[in-house]
């Protein structure tokens, strides 16, 4: 019984030398080949690898503006909050009715702040007292924002708000209404420029390119940069403001990934 126990005992530490035997050449195995070439000259870890060029094209193209936006205020000061808005409600009702007799449509008409703010006079501090503003009035400020889609009045309608009461302006941004056509002028010659780079490079490496795998457009939207042009045809009457509309431009950046054919 004893002489089976030790039989069995000596079977199986064969059997685990064996196996880890077997392990070690394995790995042994394993470690002469790294690092080894496939006889192609490219290590077993970027055995398969597809090589590739990556770019990046931009494009550009420019259209005459068909619309501006206005940022126009009213601001009426009084005594009384009530006085002030009163007269500011006159000024911008008459804004707006000027406006839409021009023919700028409700759509095309938004207010784009409205503020009542107290107005204090600071008297000055000669004796290092400590002397508390004094309210004075009161200021009511009425913003709209205006869609003007008829270039030729632009002119007229700011000459007519200023006259009705608007004294403030927060800017015009001349913009397209439908930049589509002109933004797909842009993505293609995004693309064409993305190809001639990768074609350089690829003659310059010497090999040969293949087939487009990826394109990307960079996430943002591209919007209207003003370029300046001659300004002699874009003034409006002279009784009016005069306006010089320029150009807008729009650009587009994409990334390109070819295949390389060595």
């Given at each position: 019984m004893f002489s089976t126990r030790i039989a069995r005992t000596v079977h199986v530490a064969a059997v685990a030398a064996a196996l880890a035997g077997a392990f070690a050449a394995a790995a042994a195995a394993q470690e002469s080949t790294a690092g080894k070439g496939d006889g192609k000259g490219r290590p077993d870890g970027v055995r398969g690898r597809q090589a590739v060029i990556k770019v990046s094209g931009e494009g550009r193209s420019t259209t005459a503006p068909d619309m501006a936006i206005l940022q126009l205020s009213v601001v009426k000061d009084a005594k009384t909050a009530r006085e002030a808005l009163d007269a500011n409600n006159k000024a911008m009702a008459d804004v707006l009715s000027a406006l839409k007799q021009a023919g700028i449509a409700e759509r095309d008409l938004q207010t784009s702040g409205f503020s009542i703010?107290?107005?204090?006079?600071?008297?000055?501090?000669?004796?290092?007292?400590?002397?508390?503003?004094?309210?004075?009035?009161?200021?009511?400020?009425?913003?709209?924002?205006?869609?003007?889609?008829?270039?030729?009045?632009?002119?007229?309608?700011?000459?007519?708000?200023?006259?009705?009461?608007?004294?403030?302006?927060?800017?015009?941004?001349?913009?397209?209404?439908?930049?589509?056509?002109?933004?797909?002028?842009?993505?293609?010659?995004?693309?064409?420029?993305?190809?001639?780079?990768?074609?350089?490079?690829?003659?310059?490496?010497?090999?040969?390119?293949?087939?487009?795998?990826?394109?990307?457009?960079?996430?943002?939207?591209?919007?209207?940069?003003?370029?300046?042009?001659?300004?002699?045809?874009e003034f409006a009457a002279a009784d009016s403001v005069p306006m010089a509309t320029g150009e807008n431009a729009y650009n587009v950046t994409v990334n390109v990934t070819f295949a390389v054919n060595q």
């Open positions: 703010n107290p107005q204090y006079h600071y008297p000055p501090n000669n004796d290092g007292g400590n002397r508390p503003p004094e309210l004075v009035g009161y200021q009511v400020v009425n913003g709209v924002g205006v869609r003007v889609r008829d270039l030729g009045q632009l002119g007229e309608i700011l000459d007519k708000s200023v006259t009705l009461g608007v004294n403030q302006g927060g800017g015009i941004e001349f913009t397209n209404d439908k930049p589509d056509a002109v933004i797909t002028e842009a993505r293609k010659a995004a693309v064409a420029d993305a190809i001639n780079k990768a074609k350089v490079l690829a003659e310059a490496a010497g090999v040969s390119l293949g087939r487009v795998i990826e394109i990307a457009e960079q996430p943002s939207r591209p919007e209207p940069i003003p370029v300046v042009r001659s300004m002699a045809k």
